[in-house]
């Protein structure tokens, strides 16, 4: 159950609003508002012409650690089928990709390339959560109907 909620959890933050920003703050040119990695000029508070830059990267570093979270969690499951555990590492690998590369996409000044690269990796890290998600529902759903059927078996 808990692998459940925290892979789903892991899978709305990061596309409803991980990306949903992401795509924000390259479409609005605000993506060097913020010149230095990790933290802007101010430091941890940022000033009011950071704040969406700012809250990108803040947002990236909690879905960066339920994305580990998630992956330890599954490794540590008993019932992961491989392929779960096999996409939660991918995920797990790409998360650290895609923070190293988002460091490098602000410090080489939006560099075509490296932002292209930047997407790319992000869809790839979707796709991992995505399958890690659905086969933490399809566990928990054979575990409801595995119990099921022992309640059925032990009332006859």
Known sequence: MLLKILSFS????LFFTLIFIGGYVS?????LSCPDWPL??????PLADFI???FHRTIAAIT???IILTMVFTLKSKQAPKGMKIASIIAGSAVMVQITLGAFVILERLHALLVTLHLGIGIILFSMIVMV???AWRIQ???EKSF???EKSTVS
């Open 148 to 150: 099921s059927k022992l």
């Open 52 to 54: 969406i830059e700012y």
């Open 141 to 143: 759903d054979n575990k």
């Open 40 to 45: 802007c000029p101010a430091g941890l508070i």
């Open 64 to 66: 960066g650690l339920m």
């Open 27 to 31: 479409a609005s040119g605000v993506g």
């Open 10 to 13: 892991t899978l709305s933050i």
């Open 133 to 135: 998600t659905l086969y």
